[in-house]
């Protein structure tokens, strides 16, 4: 039955992903919820949250807000906070509420910007999408807003700052897709500059996380973008049209800190047919590993984006969970590399499982 | 650029402004609200404690299926991992064009069949568990369920996770109190037996309130989280009267009054040692006898005594996140002798009771709130305080001792004031503050 799941709890939303991308970005973020999404948002999709303060705001929806459609009230909560936090932009995350009532962003975008002077992001998610849908939603208004898109005078990008592709800085490449949700919940940066600077690319601007709105803006300097999962994609061929700038579509599997334990089990996959869960980005480039080590025939599969320019001949894209469960049961797969949340719908699976964590789908526990 | 600074209102100034004046930022309809893990309980109540879904499944043997936009039930994989859970919760996801048309609502019955046909051991009842979207779209979830339970031949019951409803007259952790008592029905009456309603999980074992009620000849206590099986759990119909300890069961309450007939008496969780002696007076008048508290009276005092001779008048700051209502707990502190230098709560009309008085003994005392925009900066080193009480005001003041004070086990009455100062000293000297630990 479509929708239902027996085993598996829902993975990441849209609207995760969404705030998942403008976390660090100084900005003023509005979850358009009643209170549940927000704090669901941040005490389980958003690690950084914990550590840092965060100028993550619920609307505080009621349901005579909802049901008059009081979206001036909305803006006049928006305004006021406006007035006593510090921030560089507003951004307005939608939720299941706005989606049923179908809040107009665009004019609640343009009186918030006229009221206030700032910059606004309108992402219209909805909550029955995945992370990756509100990632690359996300990604996109971010460039488009700040990097030189139509509607960038408007929305306060600083013109000098664009560049002309010949003025690009040699070594300097952008990485796009880099979030919490579309790794394991711990990453290790520094072992992704290593990987950079092994192909000369020894000033990476890892934008949303260190790289700040400024880095945004000067998107056009890079020399080439590097895309490490789907929900960059999009934002990465804007870029390419907007300033010839070239994107690999690719995430070192060294970003994950338990891909040693993985790389030194790698033997055992030898013979074995072998099937990779996660996004797709990381999961090709496991397959290109795996294939380099053992030469063993690999599947990729997710339950998220896959770009089909991507896909090698047989991968699969995951909708439900009796596919996962039929995949599983008929693939004939000896080895299996995914979260160990998926373990829960597969318990008489027999073959090797190596756990590869994905927050996204498992999230982490905060009791 | 002049520095940013958190919202705060002396006990004094709120005082003074009363009830009719309450400042716009600490009303949480006037403003954003702020997501810190300090308002976690707020925004994502299911995430810690008791939230809707795991009170819904307060009834033995009871399973979820959480009908929803795959965000509503994001945080119920936590629930999972939380002992007992993981076999419980049941997702039937919406899409794009449910939310909007309602279609999902015909695949109800046989999502509920499915999630039946594939446990072993078969369900008591099926709670279906719907939230914002529905709300919005009117679903008429009783007549859902009704079909629901014509096909699987058991109760099937709706829960409401309305979080759009959290201030109206019904929240929604009033209406799921409501729902699990629902499957009551009449039966004769023991005048011996008595529930506790309230709360999803028991009181401390060493409770008094569960002698107080023996030494009156009360053979059958019945809390909803000690039955252990559905019988016993249908078997709190025959009680004689209901005590309700927690606010937000009082319309259960009424509803089984209505039903079954079952009278209730309503208490408090207080932390002012003469106010839960004068309460159990009147509960005992109310019952038309006089319970004998002197012995647990005077272990309680004797405990309030012995931290204050160990500690002294050390500075609390308290939060809403845990097991006392903030502003009583702080005016129990204040009339102890302790300091209070700040409260992180949203006052109500009915705590001003306690407001005006903190305001006599502490005028200075802060009053946060949690939710309000500008606790992006509050800023720990304006506040010294030697002990934190509860999530939030932990969050605020990482580094001193501090106790959430919010285990699912309740705290209540002169026990619960005991172990209340028995953590205190506990966290205390874990910290390398003062007294001989005893």
């Given at each position: 039955m479509k929708g239902l799941r027996l085993y598996i709890p829902p993975f990441a939303p849209d609207q995760s992903g969404a705030a998942a991308v403008l976390c660090e970005l100084g900005g003023l973020i509005v979850v358009l919820d009643a209170g549940g999404c927000a704090g669901n948002i941040c005490g389980f999709d958003e690690p950084r949250w914990f550590g840092s303060r965060s100028a993550i705001y619920s609307a505080g929806l009621r349901d005579m807000d909802a049901i008059l459609g009081r979206d001036d009230r909305l803006v006049e909560k928006i305004v006021k906070a406006c007035k006593e936090i510090s921030g560089s932009f507003v951004a307005v995350v939608g939720t299941p509420v706005p989606a049923v009532i179908a809040t107009d962003y665009r004019a609640i975008g343009r009186m918030i910007r006229k009221k206030t002077g700032m910059p606004a992001i309108m992402i219209d998610s909805n909550g029955t999408g995945l992370y990756d849908e509100g990632e690359e939603k996300a990604w996109l208004e971010l460039f488009k807003t700040f990097a030189g898109g139509e509607d960038s005078g408007r929305e306060g990008k600083n013109e000098s700052e664009m560049q002309s592709p010949e003025e690009k800085a040699s070594g300097r490449i952008g990485v796009i897709g880099l979030t919490p949700l579309n790794l394991g919940g711990d990453y290790d940066l520094d072992s992704l500059k290593t990987v950079l600077a092994q192909v000369h690319f020894d000033r990476p601007v890892f934008y949303g996380m260190g790289a700040g709105l400024s880095e945004v803006a000067r998107a056009s300097h890079v020399e080439k973008n590097m895309v490490v999962a789907p929900g960059g994609l999009a934002a990465a061929r804007w870029l390419k049209d907007r300033f010839g700038t070239p994107y690999e579509f690719y995430c070192p599997p060294e970003i994950l800190p338990e891909w040693k334990g993985i790389e030194n089990r790698?033997?055992?996959?030898?013979g074995r047919k072998v099937l990779v869960v996660h996004q797709q980005a990381l999961a090709n480039a496991i397959r290109m590993k795996i294939i380099a080590t053992t030469d063993s025939p690999v599947t990729v599969a997710s339950w998220f984006q896959m770009d089909r320019k991507e896909m090698a001949e047989g991968d699969i894209a995951l909708k439900e969970e009796e596919d996962w469960i039929r995949l599983v049961d008929r693939g004939g797969y000896d080895a299996i590399l995914a979260d160990?949340?998926?373990?829960r719908a597969v318990p008489g699976y027999q073959g090797l499982w190596m756990d590869l964590s994905h927050f996204a789908l498992s999230g982490k526990g905060i009791v | 650029m002049t520095k940013k600074e958190a919202y705060y209102i002396t006990a004094k100034e709120l005082s003074q402004a009363g009830k009719e004046k309450i400042p716009d930022q600490l009303v949480s309809g006037r403003h954003l609200i702020y997501s810190s893990p300090a308002t976690l309980a707020f925004?994502?109540?299911?995430?810690?404690?008791?939230?809707v879904k795991r009170a819904g499944l307060a009834i033995p043997g009871s399973v979820m299926l959480l009908v929803a936009p795959g965000c509503c039930g994001r945080n119920t994989t936590i629930l999972s991992e939380l002992g007992g859970y993981s076999d419980r919760f049941f997702y039937l996801l919406m899409d794009e064009t449910d939310i909007v048309t309602g279609r999902h609502l015909k695949k109800i019955p046989e999502a509920v069949s499915r999630v039946y046909d594939c446990l072993t051991k078969k369900p008591s009842v099926v709670m279906i568990c719907i939230t914002c979207v529905d709300a919005l779209l009117g679903t008429d979830m009783e007549r859902m369920c009704r079909k629901a339970s014509d096909r699987v031949g058991i109760p099937v019951l709706p829960c409401y996770m309305y979080a759009l409803t959290r201030e109206g007259r019904k929240p929604p952790m009033v209406h799921v109190r409501q729902s699990i008592y629902s499957l009551l029905e009449p039966r004769k009456k023991k005048s011996s037996s008595v529930n506790i309603l309230g709360h999803f999980a028991p009181l401390t074992d060493d409770c008094e309130l569960y002698d107080l009620l023996r030494s009156v000849g009360v053979k059958k206590i019945r809390e909803i989280s000690r039955c252990g099986d559905y019988e016993e759990y249908l078997a709190m119909a025959e009680a004689n009267f209901n005590l309700v300890l927690n606010p937000e069961a009082r319309f259960a309450a009424v509803d089984l009054q209505k039903r079954l007939g079952i009278p209730y008496i309503e208490l408090r969780r207080l932390y002012q040692i003469d106010k839960i002696r004068n309460q159990y007076a009147l509960f005992g008048g109310a019952l038309g006898l006089q319970f004998d508290d002197r012995e647990w009276y005077l272990a309680a005092k004797k405990r309030v005594e012995d931290f204050y001779g160990k500690f002294g008048p050390i500075t609390f700051s308290i939060g809403e996140g845990c097991n006392a209502q903030a502003f009583e707990l702080a005016l129990a502190l204040l009339r102890y002798g302790f300091k209070v230098c700040e409260i992180f709560a949203d006052p109500s009309d009915e705590d001003f009771i306690y407001i005006k008085k903190i305001a006599d003994l502490s005028p200075d005392t802060r009053i946060y709130s949690n939710l309000e925009p500008t606790m992006l900066y509050y800023d720990l080193s304006d506040e010294k305080a030697d002990i934190t009480i509860g999530k939030d005001a932990s969050y605020y003041h990482p580094?001193?001792?501090?106790?959430?004070?919010?285990?699912?086990v309740q705290p209540f009455g002169y026990t619960g004031l005991i172990h209340f100062f028995d953590t205190c000293e506990k966290v205390l000297h874990a910290a390398g503050k003062g007294g001989d630990i005893s």
């Open positions: 790698m033997a055992e996959l030898t160990p949340l998926l373990k | 925004n994502s109540p299911g995430a810690q404690g008791f939230g580094d001193g001792a501090s106790t959430e004070w919010s285990d699912d």
